[in-house]
């Protein structure tokens, strides 16, 4: 089992920076890629970004490319989100989540059902 635990969530003003962190526990040796996912009130969850367990991989949702960044250190089991230029719209919960199926080292995915371990979520508000 693997267990994840966001944090750096909070209240900020639009244009603001946020660094989210998620912190693996458990059996870490099994992760392989990793991802973060978001979901705003009223609306399904969807995919913000993820990143390879080489790290030489990455991938970004349209409407955060060029103002996030993923990154993450397998030695420290932590895969972190860089914020800047937050935006109203980016309001909501923002999910960890790994993939512990062997697919390779520079395997990454956009799609949540290839996720099999999530974190609690933590809350990112952007006031206008």
């Known amino acids: 089992q693997v267990q994840l635990v966001e944090s750096g969530g909070g209240l900020v003003q639009a244009g603001d920076s946020l660094r989210l962190s998620c912190a693996a526990s458990g059996r870490t040796g099994t992760i392989y890629a990793m991802g973060w996912f978001r979901q705003a009130p009223g609306k399904e969850r969807e995919f913000v970004a993820t990143i390879s367990w080489s790290g030489g991989k990455v991938n970004y949702a349209d409407a955060v490319k060029g103002r996030f960044a993923i990154s993450r250190d397998n030695l420290k089991n932590t895969v972190d989100l860089q914020m800047n230029s937050l935006k109203p719209e980016d309001t909501a919960v923002y999910y960890c989540?790994?993939?512990?199926?062997?697919?390779?080292?520079?395997?990454?995915?956009?799609?949540?059902?290839?996720?099999?371990?999530w974190g609690q979520g933590t809350q990112v508000t952007v006031s206008s």
């Open positions: 989540a790994a993939d512990s199926l062997p697919r390779g080292p520079d395997y990454y995915s956009d799609d949540q059902s290839k996720y099999n371990y």
